[in-house]
């Protein structure tokens, strides 16, 4: 059930007007890689990006920006049992770093020369978009992260194990 509400959040957030790339999608996918079995985390960030694109619509970029969703979730995966406040934040950078790489890579593919040039060019203008990425998912980290700590140790002290169980 929270990961059906994990995918209607994420893809309404991506609906809705916002800044460019201020989505946290990344951040869901580390939450949903420390928390929710693999196989879940793994695909749950694609999920949120294809059911969205395919409402918002398809663009030339489309398998760049998939395939780092992908990527992201499967970075998620390596905070399974290690859910530690640096690691966390490290490894959502390192997603963070990964989605930038990859889907910059294919809008240089996909709409730039295929040159040096342009290639510094498509990624030095793309800098403000990981500096909004960066920000909404390391916010979102922690407090996703952080909230679920404090509503697990609620639950642990007043008995509520069977109504948080997945949480």
Same mark, same amino acid.
């Given at each position: #059930?929270?990961?059906?509400? @994990?995918? /209607?959040?994420? $893809?309404?957030?991506?609906?809705?007007?916002?800044?460019?790339?201020? $989505?946290?999608?990344?951040?869901?996918? /580390?939450?949903?890689? =420390?928390? @929710?079995?693999? &196989?879940?985390?793994?695909?749950?960030?694609?999920?949120? #990006?294809?059911?969205?694109? @395919?409402?918002?619509?398809?663009?030339?970029?489309?398998?760049?920006?998939?395939?780092? /969703?992908?990527?992201?979730?499967?970075?998620?995966?390596?905070?399974?049992?290690?859910? &530690?406040?640096?690691? $966390?934040? *490290?490894?959502?950078?390192?997603?963070?770093? =990964?989605?930038?790489?990859?889907?910059?890579?294919?809008?240089?593919?996909?709409?730039?020369?295929?040159?040096? =040039?342009?290639?510094?060019?498509?990624?030095?203008? %793309?800098?403000?978009?990981?500096? *909004?990425?960066?920000?909404?998912?390391? %916010?979102?980290?922690?407090? /996703?992260?952080? @909230?679920?700590?404090?509503?697990?140790? $609620?639950?642990?002290?007043?008995?509520? &194990?069977?109504?948080?169980? &997945?949480?």
């Amino acid at each position: #059930m929270f990961t059906y509400i @994990l995918v /209607m959040v994420a $893809v309404l957030l991506r609906l809705f007007p916002h800044m460019p790339n201020f $989505v946290p999608i990344i951040a869901i996918a /580390m939450y949903a890689g =420390a928390y @929710l079995p693999k &196989k879940q985390a793994l695909f749950l960030p694609l999920l949120i #990006m294809v059911i969205s694109d @395919l409402i918002i619509g398809l663009h030339d970029v489309v398998f760049f920006t998939w395939s780092a /969703m992908l990527l992201c979730g499967v970075i998620g995966t390596r905070l399974h049992d290690n859910v &530690k406040p640096g690691t $966390v934040l *490290s490894t959502t950078l390192f997603a963070a770093v =990964a989605f930038f790489l990859v889907s910059n890579f294919g809008v240089w593919i996909a709409w730039y020369p295929h040159t040096f =040039a342009g290639l510094t060019d498509c990624f030095v203008k %793309a800098i403000p978009f990981f500096r *909004s990425t960066f920000l909404v998912n390391t %916010a979102v980290v922690i407090v /996703m992260f952080s @909230l679920h700590e404090v509503l697990k140790k $609620v639950s642990e002290k007043y008995s509520f &194990k069977k109504a948080l169980v &997945k949480l």
